[in-house]
């Protein structure tokens, strides 16, 4: 007997992108430096040196790449702003080509008939913010909301899904705790400051666009299921606290106004009492939540790490990606259920999902095969397909990436794309999961019966 996996009538279809990863040009027409582009140019930060100053070059290649997107069958496209492209000291002036820059991708989106999703913030703060303390500066929630509605103002009318923030957990457990990822701090008194910010500006970001936007607004968590190594009490609590650490820190604040105990555990004397008028700010109901999901991490306690971090179990016998993360479909399914049961039937979009494995640097072909990521996508989207059965209320998913890009600073030895990308001629090249993946959307999911 055939098992079906057709997807409801209205599933949004998309793929995902974000602006210093992919577009390139940074500094071009008046733009602003980035947190990103001073941590990138900042020596031994970066694998192999590699900067976003050209990346895909998507700066000057969009229509191309909107060509691409209509050839996979898109009907959505999540990509991001640069703030400081629109903003170059972050409030204040507005830059008019940077502005007109995103306001020429959004029509051309629409002329190709794809609907265009806008993330206000996906890590690349401007440099000016920064300089005043960026996310450890109260103040930064009213920043966050000018450049909000400079944005919304811009382009609302042809934008009906917009994103606050992006992955809030790794721009301070990254940037503020560990230190791999701009700014590159490695503090645990800042990162939990840093984590309030950011979910008091989300906040103030969605009572901007109350007040002047006409669609959906949301936010959008990264979030990894947490398995205990063995049923130990030790174990059991350090899965526990760090389930609580990334899958909770940032949407409990955000939709129930409030923070999981555990986190003063985790951080100590470093956990800050916060005032509880705060709360009403980072608990604005946003309109949908993005969910962010690539691997789960099963968890033994290790003293050495107590209480702040806890030790990931490589699993034997499972398939690991080459960023190191283990192939697990069926976490996706238990993430989107879990999310369900505990903040309530919001509508729910995979915001990203994808894996890199090894591609060559140059394309042979018309196509490039391959079978690990196309056996991942094919694998993620029946997962996905189990959280409708079980009454999640998906919206939409969109695949990460579009392209193979600048993976932050791992550079572009990492490659997500379901278009093979030749950094040295900007070449593009579908690979064998994009085939897949316009099969699926053709069919509405219809390709992965078996």
């Not at 140019?41 to 694998?47: A, I, N």
């Not at 895909?56 to 703030?83: P, T």
């Not at 806008?118 to 890590?123: G, I």
């Not at 042809?158 to 923030?165: D, G």
Request: aromatic share 12%; hydrophobic share 40%.
């Amino acid at each position: 007997m055939t098992r079906s996996y057709r997807f409801p009538d209205d599933f949004l279809w998309g793929a995902a992108t974000s602006a210093y990863q992919i577009e390139g040009s940074p500094l071009a027409d008046g733009a602003g430096p980035s947190i990103w582009e001073r941590f990138a140019h900042t020596p031994g930060m970066m694998h192999n040196g590699d900067t976003g100053d050209v990346a895909c070059d998507h700066y000057r290649r969009y229509r191309e790449d909107v060509q691409l997107m209509k050839a996979l069958g898109l009907a959505g496209y999540r990509f991001s702003i640069n703030w400081a492209r629109v903003l170059p000291e972050g409030t204040g002036r507005v830059n008019p080509k940077g502005l007109d820059f995103y306001s020429r991708l959004v029509d051309e989106l629409l002329e190709s008939g794809i609907a265009p999703h806008a993330t206000l913030f996906h890590w690349d703060l401007p440099a000016a913010l920064d300089d005043r303390g960026g996310w450890l500066n109260r103040d930064i929630a009213h920043w966050f909301a000018e450049y909000a509605q400079v944005m919304f103002k811009a382009l609302d009318d042809r934008v009906k899904h917009w994103t606050t923030l992006n992955e809030p957990w790794v721009v301070t457990d990254g940037g503020y705790l560990l230190g791999g990822v701009a700014p590159g701090h490695r503090s645990k008194y800042e990162a939990p400051l840093a984590a309030h910010n950011l979910m008091r500006a989300s906040g103030a970001g969605i009572q901007a666009y109350r007040a002047h936007g006409r669609h959906q607004v949301g936010v959008v968590f990264n979030i990894e299921p947490k398995y205990p190594a063995t049923e130990s009490p030790e174990d059991l609590a350090a899965t526990r606290r760090a389930h609580a650490y990334m899958n909770e820190q940032f949407a409990d604040p955000a939709l129930l106004g409030s923070y999981p105990p555990e986190l003063k555990e985790i951080f100590g004397d470093a956990w800050p009492d916060f005032p509880a008028g705060d709360f009403e700010l980072t608990c604005q109901r946003p309109d949908f939540v993005g969910i962010n999901y690539y691997t789960r991490a099963v968890v033994r306690h290790d003293p050495a790490q107590y209480p702040l971090k806890a030790s990931p179990v490589r699993q034997p016998q499972a398939t690991y990606t080459e960023t190191g993360w283990e192939v697990y479909p069926q976490g996706l399914t238990d993430t989107l259920t879990w999310f369900k049961g505990r903040y309530g039937d919001l509508p729910l979009y995979v915001t990203e999902n994808g894996a890199a494995f090894y591609d060559p640097p140059v394309a042979e072909g018309e196509v490039l095969e391959d079978p690990l990521r196309t056996g991942y996508l094919r694998k993620h989207l029946k997962a996905l397909h189990a959280a409708i059965e079980a009454g999640v209320n998906l919206k939409g998913y969109y695949a990460w990436s579009l392209l193979d890009n600048l993976e932050w600073s791992l550079g572009y030895a990492k490659r997500f794309g379901l278009y093979h990308v030749d950094f040295a001629t900007q070449k593009r090249t579908p690979k064998a999961s994009a085939k897949l993946y316009a099969q699926v959307i053709a069919s509405n999911g219809a390709a992965l019966d078996d």
